[in-house]
């Protein structure tokens, strides 16, 4: 996994010269990305969330699309649209935004959700179907979405089965104050996502997520991440634990994060760093927890602590 992990450090290092002192919140998402999942960036305006995305796509050469969401964002502004030529005399399917490779979904629980569930689909299946056609996506594809944990005027939270698709829920994060004057010299004339090259190829990308899966892991760890998630479906503090589709995704990013550190094998380490991300959006505490100051991230943390770590032989 050698050229695996220095083409997986070309990627962060390019982008490293976007998002300065983010080297965590990078490598986290291309985890996300390697792993086939989806990524979801709660935090406040300004951080650079779509920037992160934009990156990506440049350092990939991956063809980039915006969709901003409003209330009165349609399915269709998203998928596209069937629109019938005159001239022609026939309908010609028009695609929408979301026909892209990586999509950036700023803001989603500004959407409805009608136009929230017009996702569900494209996430989960990687196609679209509009007029009863069902049309395949580009490949790679990697949806990026954003929502702003502070201002809830005028939003649609996400449903259950809405955040179910999302592999990982990460925080940017404010710069430290040294990384904020490097923001600010590197901005002084243009943004450096203007000058940022690619440095593999999309092609290049689709051959990486399928090394990812044959990444070993073995018997004891399968089963570390099972008991983990079935702690979460019987925890006091929780009225609905963790989907099997949640421990599928721990046990494919875990193989992802393995790869990425040029490793043909996981070890427990890769659970343990990854489950908080993985697993906090998935599950929904009871009132009187969150009255008592209880937090999602907190009880998966608390989970892994009781929770005996298998010994496993590296390598």
């Not at 892209?100 to 990687?126: F, K």
């Not at 983990?228 to 963790?242: P, Y």
């Amino acid at each position: 996994m050698k050229e695996f992990k220095e083409q997986c450090n070309q990627i962060i290092n390019n982008m490293e010269n976007v998002m300065v002192g983010k080297r965590e919140v990078i490598e986290d998402l291309l985890t996300c990305f390697l792993a086939g999942g989806h990524l979801l960036l709660e935090d406040v305006p300004g951080v650079g969330k779509t920037m992160l995305a934009r990156s990506l796509a440049h350092s990939s050469g991956a063809k980039f699309k915006r969709i901003q969401c409003t209330p009165d964002l349609l399915p269709k502004d998203v998928t596209g649209v069937t629109v019938y030529h005159q001239d022609k005399g026939e309908f010609e399917f028009s695609p929408g935004p979301i026909f892209s490779q990586v999509v950036v979904v700023d803001e989603i629980n500004r959407a409805t959700p009608r136009t929230q569930s017009g996702l569900l689909e494209c996430m989960a299946e990687g196609q679209v179907t509009v007029d009863g056609e069902s049309r395949k996506l580009p490949r790679p594809f990697f949806v990026i979405a954003t929502q702003n944990p502070v201002d809830f005027d005028g939003t649609f939270p996400l449903p259950e089965a809405q955040l179910d698709r999302f592999m990982m829920k990460v925080s940017v994060g404010y710069p430290g104050e040294g990384q904020e004057v490097k923001i600010l010299h590197k901005v002084r004339k243009t943004h450096p996502i203007e000058d940022l090259g690619s440095v593999v190829t999309p092609e290049d990308l689709k051959e990486m997520k399928g090394q990812v899966r044959d990444v070993h892991v073995e018997e004891k760890v399968a089963q570390y991440i099972v008991d983990i998630v079935a702690k979460t479906r019987n925890h006091s503090d929780l009225k609905l634990g963790v989907s099997p589709r949640g421990s599928i995704d721990l046990y494919h990013s875990t193989q992802a994060k393995a790869a990425l550190k040029g490793r043909d094998f996981v070890i427990p380490d890769d659970v343990k760093e990854l489950a908080p991300s993985i697993l906090s959006h998935r599950i929904i505490l009871h009132s009187a927890s969150r009255l008592r100051g209880q937090k999602a991230e907190g009880i998966i943390k608390d989970i892994l602590q009781k929770i005996p770590v298998p010994i496993v032989q590296e390598g």
